[in-house]
């Protein structure tokens, strides 16, 4: 049995009456101050896993609102439901996905992924030999995109860097400087934005050219753009109508509640992020 002594909070994931906060010993946090917790759990002495690190991309995404649903539900018990459906929402967004993807696609190019509190961390190698024309950035943005489809469908917005590099990524634990780069982005960036590092527009320019619209420019920020109809998880007719009919009343619901004005503010840029969206595309019927 692995020895557990106080040392850090990360939240434990068992069922929602064990929803603890436990502290374990053997953690081993990333090298940038401030940066979230990265760990990995093992009894004691027995050896860390060998390092390895691979080109991959990286995204680092934190969902907006957690905080204040955290806080809400310590002090008013009525409010724990509305916590643990999100609990439950971060922890099987990304394994609904994975379960989507075609059987015929080796396991080591579906992008890994952790939990660390409100944060969702993605990896996926850049390229691989077994299939030559897999981008591994582009799948990486493509899930990106669908989770934050998602978490809008149920009234969260996220916020995040994706950044390119070498990275040591494993079930529980992830190192390296891509990691490092793309949550110092998503510290920086105070709007619901995910912003690609320089280095990752530069190999999306390379790769996907300007034809793709995953990514683009909005106000001089190369950023992932989170409302591409294309990864709607519903193919019925009229999804896309739908789904932004349903974003249009999540935001004039928030834009209407009473929030702190930093929270409105992430709302009333999203609203203009959305309409902008609705006049570029032609298939989505102006809501």
Not at 89 to 103: C, R, S
């Amino acid at each position: 049995m692995s020895n557990i002594t106080l040392k850090r909070d990360v939240p434990f994931r068992g069922g929602f009456e064990s929803l603890l906060f436990f502290r374990l010993r053997w953690l081993r946090q990333s090298s940038v101050k401030g940066a979230p917790l990265s760990f990995t759990l093992g009894i004691q002495g027995e050896p860390v896993q060998e390092i390895e690190f691979e080109n991959r991309a990286v995204a680092f995404i934190d969902v907006l609102g957690f905080k204040s649903v955290v806080d809400v539900a310590t002090q008013d018990r009525s409010k724990l439901d509305e916590l643990k459906n999100l609990i439950g929402l971060l922890e099987t967004a990304v394994p609904n996905l994975d379960g989507t993807v075609d059987p015929s696609v080796p396991r080591a190019l579906i992008p890994k992924h952790i939990y660390i509190s409100d944060s969702i961390i993605l990896s996926a190698p850049l390229e691989s030999d077994e299939m030559p024309n897999y981008r591994g950035l582009s799948i990486l943005v493509m899930r990106v995109i669908q989770i934050s489809h998602v978490l809008l469908s149920k009234g969260y917005l996220i916020r995040g860097g994706i950044s390119v590099g070498h990275v040591w990524h494993t079930d529980s634990n992830i190192v390296g400087t891509a990691y490092q780069e793309a949550y110092q982005i998503e510290t920086k960036t105070l709007v619901p934005r995910v912003e690609l590092s320089q280095g990752a527009k530069e190999l999306w320019n390379h790769t996907e050219g300007t034809a793709s619209t995953m990514c683009l420019n909005y106000k001089s920020h190369f950023m992932v753009n989170v409302l591409h109809d294309y990864y709607i998880q519903d193919t019925s007719h009229g999804a896309a109508e739908r789904a932004f009919e349903c974003y249009s009343r999540v935001i004039q619901e928030n834009l209407q509640a009473d929030h702190p004005e930093c929270v409105q503010y992430k709302w009333w840029w999203f609203k203009q992020y959305l309409e902008s969206e609705v006049a570029r595309n032609a298939f989505i019927i102006h809501t």
